[in-house]
T-cell receptor, first 114, second 110 residues
Framework: DAGVIQSPRHEVTEMGQEVTLRCKPI?????LFWYRQTMMRGLELLIY????????DSGMPEDRFSAKMPNASFSTLKIQPSEPRDSAVYFC????????????FGQGTRLTVV | DAKTTQPNSMESNEEEPVHLPCNHS???????IHWYRQLPSQGPEYVIH???SNVNNRMASLAIAEDRKSSTLILHRATLRDAAVYYC???????????FGGGTRVLVKP
């Protein structure tokens, strides 16, 4: 397996524009996580899914952020409208369900909002 | 969410062991202890996990205190490639909500 695949790797957009980040989890994994990482706030869990259903979205910062998982092999994180403070590295991870499971992370998407 | 406490940073010499402590003051009886690390410019990667007994794998060893209020990640012979931020966390047995604290930044000197 190629691991967790995120696209794009880098995204530069203007304030106010819509941004969509994409993630393909490892085949067979039933849990998917979205994280945001900044120097100031570290790694923040935004939302996670189990069997394509959002389990906990308490980390989503505001209504401008939304995440979907239409099927087991694809998820999106959308920011609309984007703001400069959304600039960060966004990671997607997948795992099997359960506290003994190992999570695998993608390479991340570096988002810059100007 | 259960909180863990780690030192901000540690230094080690290459080829020497590194012992990374973690306090799990609010851990419950069925929580698993996990460790991840993040190399520069990469996503986090799994290192090791355990429940009560000490654990070994190809990357590291995990020593868990008898009362489970603390754990220690042991890198037996640090290499320059082990320079990373190391995170410990508690995972509820009924789920897998993986939340990261500040971690310990490990610097390995040649």
């Amino acid at each position: 397996d190629a691991g967790v695949i995120q696209s794009p790797r880098h995204e530069v957009t203007e304030m106010g524009q819509e941004v969509t980040l994409r993630c393909k989890p490892i085949s067979g994994h039933n849990s998917l996580f979205w994280y945001r990482q900044t120097m100031m706030r570290g790694l923040e869990l935004l939302i996670y899914f189990n069997n394509n259903v959002p389990i906990d979205d308490s980390g989503m910062p505001e209504d401008r952020f939304s995440a979907k998982m239409p099927n087991a092999s694809f998820s999106t994180l959308k920011i609309q409208p984007s703001e400069p403070r959304d600039s960060a590295v966004y990671f997607c991870a997948s795992s099997l369900w359960g506290a003994r499971a190992e999570a695998f992370f993608g390479q991340g998407t570096r988002l810059t909002v100007v | 969410d259960a909180k863990t406490t780690q030192p901000n940073s540690m230094e080690s010499n290459e080829e020497e062991p590194v012992h990374l402590p973690c306090n799990h003051s609010t851990i419950s009886g069925t929580d698993y202890i996990h460790w991840y690390r993040q190399l520069p410019s990469q996503g986090p990667e799994y290192v090791i996990h355990g429940l009560t007994s000490n654990v070994n794998n190809r990357m590291a060893s995990l020593a868990i205190a008898e009362d489970r209020k603390s754990s220690t990640l042991i890198l037996h012979r640090a290499t320059l490639r082990d320079a990373a931020v190391y995170y410990c966390m508690n995972l509820k047995a009924a789920g897998n909500k993986l939340t990261f604290g500040g971690g310990t930044r490990v610097l390995v000197k040649p």
